[in-house]
């Protein structure tokens, strides 16, 4: 199987530049659920957001921008979906509190816990692992 991915990744690697990002604008074949336009829109909005403010905030001096409300709730859906294995993951109880959209917690109640406050996007870049510049209020508790 990895050999199979290593010979998938030399032949993307080999395209000419157009190529490639015709196949990109292409979107994802039938069997793939990203063909299906509402799991598309979110898996593509987390992966270019995210990658996009990668390179805006490798610069000296930025600030986080003002987007539109749709993007943030699109974004706050992303994060309720992410919050479990995020939990998981850290093995505490986690709570984000985005402003305006609505608060969402998962783990092990009694846990050592987690709170994340911050506004949609931000959030999303923290549960993505951009901890270094995701502008988000971190607070911790012990375990009861």
Do not use: Y
Not at 6 to 28: K, N
């Amino acid at each position: 199987l990895q050999e199979r991915a290593a010979g998938a990744e030399a032949e993307l690697t080999a395209l000419p530049w157009e190529q490639l990002v015709g196949r990109v604008a292409e979107g994802a074949p039938v069997w793939n659920p990203a063909s299906w336009g509402p799991v598309d829109r979110l898996m593509n909005t987390a992966e270019f957001l995210v990658h996009h403010e990668d390179v805006r905030r490798a610069q000296p001096g930025w600030e986080p921008r003002d987007l539109p409300w749709e993007l943030h709730s699109r974004c706050f859906a992303l994060v309720k979906a992410m919050i479990l294995p995020a939990s998981l993951k850290s093995g505490t109880h986690l709570v984000v509190e985005a402003p305006g959209f609505g608060t969402t917690s998962a783990g092990r109640t009694g846990a050592a816990s987690t709170t994340l406050r911050g506004t949609p996007v931000e959030l999303l870049l923290r549960l993505f692992g951009r901890d270094e510049h995701a502008r988000v209020e971190v607070s911790e508790s012990a375990a009861d």
